[in-house]
């Protein structure tokens, strides 16, 4: 830490003697006077540099005055050229003469923030090492940087990458996913909880162990919901359990309690250490205290059965919950519990999201009322008004993203088939792509793309400012989770039947049939990585993992990972 202080100390140091001397390189001598017919450029200061002069003269309706009427350019840095051929005698072009002092204003910009700067070459790996007015450095790095964008953009256009599959067979059905900065947690119906870091190929992915209390002899109860951030992993169990797990501290859970009923709903924060379960009609929140120690903060009694369940992000204090509970939207606070934000007879909740401020769901109506079409609504979190009524489909809206979707804009799926991304500002929707047979179930966006994932099992990525579909993948079972970042995407096929007929052919078999078990898709399209994550996964085991299922075949030779 102290080399590096010093490293950019003498930076600085540098940068600024560097910047003092540029100062009085670019002082200029007094403009010559002008010449005979070139009244009109007489308005200009004396101090000004040229192309403004010229500029300003144009305006005023003179003609252009000769080339001995120019203000002298400014001196060129040493490893400039003299001039290139385009410009004569003794002075530079118009354009030249702008764009230098056009990059002259932006270096100081830059030089504001020049540990930025510094940053952004020592990321890049280039030494510091000559002279600081030599700017191909940061250009350097400046057009890697975007040329790995192109790559990236063209990867994701035309699917070039690697794609894994993450699979655990002794888990039998997959009953619920989650991601997180590509890290995915998956939940069986074994009652087993897994996770994976896809952002190396050579993670171990470890088995978060439960907590067992008296009498949990015997077979767990199957996991209902799983939820993860950067620093927690949690789980939801059918018997109204709740396990906790730092990612920091093993794989034992750092705190457990009980709902007397089954579990609705699960949320967990973005950020910090707050969980939010909802069972019967009852919502819980637990966080840990400021020793460390994990409490119930709050307990809300609502009126009806909770649906969906979001905590608001970025709250300071204690947690906000936003609960939907079938035509009633609840916004929990501690200082204000039960709070309705939005209810309306008739039209339940049919998906949810919240931001920091906002909070948007969609609503249902039925054929009684005729003259309220399903709808995205969108409520302020502080003022408690609605905002803002979208769309006008016959279909209900199944899914919607907010919080991970651009500033003012958000991204809904709908059971009419489509996809369709809204401008917070305005009511109508931008585009409406035709994405899935069966309706979409899952859905993100960023500033070009959008990734859906439907009924059918098909997950689509689409160009959203062309409107165009670039490609698409099919598994078995419905899409339930989509996340990607610039590089990577996470996929989930979930089954809805999780004890399906034939699932084991015998007794003693205590794996699922692959087409049964639901899978996970881990797509990666960094230039880094393709030539490691290229390689089969079966060439990358070894015999340190467990064996894998040998699907009920008598093998002559026992099973072999590799």
């Known amino acids: 830490m102290a080399e590096g202080s010093a490293e950019l100390e003498l930076f600085r140091r540098r940068w600024r003697e560097e910047l003092a001397g540029g100062a009085k390189r670019q002082r200029r001598e007094p403009a010559a006077e002008p010449a005979a017919g070139a009244e009109n450029w007489r308005s200009a200061e004396p101090s000004e540099p040229g192309y403004l002069a010229l500029a300003r003269g144009l305006l005023d309706g003179g003609a252009p005055p000769s080339p001995a009427c120019r203000s002298p350019s400014p001196a060129r840095p040493a490893e400039e050229p003299a001039?290139?051929?385009?410009?004569?005698?003794?002075?530079?072009?118009?354009?030249?003469?702008?764009?230098?002092?056009?990059?002259?204003?932006?270096?100081?910009?830059?030089?504001?923030?020049?540990?930025?700067?510094?940053?952004?070459?020592?990321?890049?790996?280039y030494l510091l090492d000559t002279s600081i007015s030599d700017y191909s450095c940061w250009k350097l790095a400046l057009k890697n940087c975007r040329a790995r964008e192109r790559t990236l953009k063209t990867n994701w256009k035309n699917r070039i990458g690697a794609?894994?599959?993450?699979?655990?067979?002794?888990?039998?059905?997959?009953?619920?996913?989650?991601?997180?900065?590509?890290?995915?947690?998956?939940?069986?119906?074994?009652?087993?909880?897994?996770?994976?870091?896809?952002?190396?190929?050579?993670?171990?992915?470890?088995?978060?162990?439960?907590?067992?209390?008296?009498?949990?002899?015997?077979?767990?109860?199957?996991?209902?919901f799983v939820k993860i951030n950067s620093s927690l992993a949690v789980a939801a169990y059918e018997d109204g359990t709740v396990s906790v797990?730092?990612?920091m501290f093993g794989r034992e859970p750092i705190h457990r309690y009980q709902h007397n009923q089954k579990i609705q709903a699960l949320a967990l924060g973005s950020e910090g250490a707050a969980v939010a379960t909802a069972s019967g009609f009852e919502v819980k929140v637990e966080s840990p205290n400021d020793r460390g120690f994990w409490q119930t903060t709050e307990t809300f009694e609502i009126q009806k059965l909770v649906n969906f369940l979001n905590l608001v992000p970025d709250v300071t204090g204690s947690p906000v919950t936003v609960a939907a509970a079938e035509d009633i939207v609840?916004?929990?606070?501690?200082?204000?519990?039960?709070?309705?934000?939005?209810?309306?007879?008739?039209?339940?909740?049919?998906?949810?999201?919240?931001?920091?401020?906002?909070?948007?769901?969609?609503?249902?109506?039925?054929?009684?009322?005729?003259?309220?079409?399903?709808?995205?609504?969108?409520?302020?979190?502080e003022t408690s008004q609605c905002l803002k009524k979208m769309g006008n489909s016959i279909g209900d809206f199944t899914c919607v993203s907010l919080r991970n979707s651009p500033p003012n804009m958000l991204v809904t799926g709908n059971k009419d088939r489509r996809v369709r991304v809204f401008d917070l500002r305005r009511s109508e929707s931008l585009c409406s792509l035709y994405a899935h047979q069966l309706g979409v179930s899952a859905v993100q966006m960023d500033d070009w793309k959008i990734v859906s994932g439907g009924e059918e099992?098909?997950?689509?990525?689409?160009?959203?400012?062309?409107?165009?579909?670039?490609?698409?993948?099919?598994?078995r079972h419905p899409v339930r989770h989509v996340w990607f970042n610039s590089h990577?995407?996470?996929?989930?096929?979930?089954?809805?039947?999780?004890?399906?007929?034939?699932?084991?052919?015998?007794?003693?078999?205590?794996?699922?049939?692959?087409?049964?078990?639901?899978?996970?898709?881990?797509?990666?399209?960094?230039?880094?990585?393709?030539?490691?994550?290229?390689?089969?996964?079966?060439?990358?085991?070894?015999?340190?993992?467990?064996?894998?299922?040998?699907?009920?075949?008598?093998?002559?030779?026992?099973?072999?990972?590799?």
């Open 457 to 475: 099992g098909l997950v689509c990525v689409w160009d959203q400012r062309m409107g165009t579909k670039l490609w698409e993948m099919h598994a």
């Open 163 to 224: 794609v894994s599959q993450l699979q655990y067979e002794q888990g039998k059905i997959l009953c619920d996913v989650h991601s997180c900065d590509g890290v995915v947690i998956a939940g069986y119906t074994s009652g087993e909880v897994r996770l994976w870091d896809t952002r190396t190929w050579d993670y171990t992915a470890p088995i978060l162990e439960p907590m067992h209390g008296p009498g949990d002899a015997g077979p767990q109860p199957h996991v209902s």
């Open 245 to 247: 797990w730092s990612l």
């Open 330 to 381: 609840y916004l929990l606070k501690a200082e204000d519990p039960g709070k309705i934000l939005h209810s309306v007879y008739g039209q339940p909740v049919t998906c949810l999201d919240v931001s920091a401020r906002e909070a948007a769901f969609g609503v249902k109506t039925f054929g009684w009322l005729l003259n309220e079409p399903n709808q995205i609504l969108l409520y302020n979190l």
């Open 83 to 125: 001039g290139d051929g385009d410009g004569g005698g003794d002075g530079d072009d118009l354009l030249g003469q702008l764009i230098r002092d056009l990059v002259s204003r932006t270096w100081k910009v830059l030089a504001e923030d020049e540990v930025l700067w510094y940053r952004l070459c020592q990321q890049e790996g």
């Open 488 to 562: 990577s995407l996470i996929t989930a096929n979930i089954p809805d039947e999780k004890t399906p007929r034939g699932a084991s052919i015998m007794d003693d078999d205590l794996t699922a049939h692959r087409k049964h078990r639901g899978i996970i898709y881990a797509y990666e399209f960094s230039v880094d990585q393709l030539a490691v994550e290229s390689v089969l996964p079966i060439c990358r085991s070894s015999y340190d993992e467990v064996t894998g299922y040998n699907y009920n075949i008598g093998l002559a030779v026992p099973y072999d990972n590799i």
